[in-house]
């Protein structure tokens, strides 16, 4: 038997590393990218802090439009609105379970 090739090895040690552990066979798997998905009172506070932030970044041009705000003060709710669902997002967003080899 001739030794695995480095591309053998890597997938196994991807295969190895996204496995279910023993006690989790029913369970889906957390993501890498979600670490908070299965603490649900976080997700909803995570969620709602998302949507907030999603409203956040189309309200100010809205209300610029009805001539209640300044260019630059909308420009600022923005961005600081867009960066917090850039920051916020990813900890409660699933990504589906990884490819699993049978």
Same mark, same amino acid.
């Given at each position: 038997m001739s030794k695995p090739s480095a591309m053998e090895q890597s997938y196994? +040690?991807?295969c190895?590393?996204?496995a279910r552990p023993p006690g989790r066979a029913g369970r889906p798997m957390r993501s890498p990218g979600a670490p908070f998905a299965?603490?649900?009172t976080m997700r909803y506070v995570l969620q709602t802090l998302s949507w907030l932030a999603l409203e956040a970044t189309? +309200?100010?041009s809205v209300v610029f439009l009805a001539g209640r705000l300044d260019l630059a003060q909308v420009q600022?709710?923005?961005l600081a609105a867009a960066l917090?669902?850039?920051t916020v997002t990813p900890?409660?967003?699933e990504?589906?379970?990884?490819?699993?080899?049978?």
């Amino acid at each position: 038997m001739s030794k695995p090739s480095a591309m053998e090895q890597s997938y196994q +040690l991807a295969c190895e590393r996204y496995a279910r552990p023993p006690g989790r066979a029913g369970r889906p798997m957390r993501s890498p990218g979600a670490p908070f998905a299965e603490d649900t009172t976080m997700r909803y506070v995570l969620q709602t802090l998302s949507w907030l932030a999603l409203e956040a970044t189309i +309200l100010p041009s809205v209300v610029f439009l009805a001539g209640r705000l300044d260019l630059a003060q909308v420009q600022w709710i923005m961005l600081a609105a867009a960066l917090v669902w850039f920051t916020v997002t990813p900890f409660w967003m699933e990504r589906g379970q990884e490819h699993q080899v049978a």
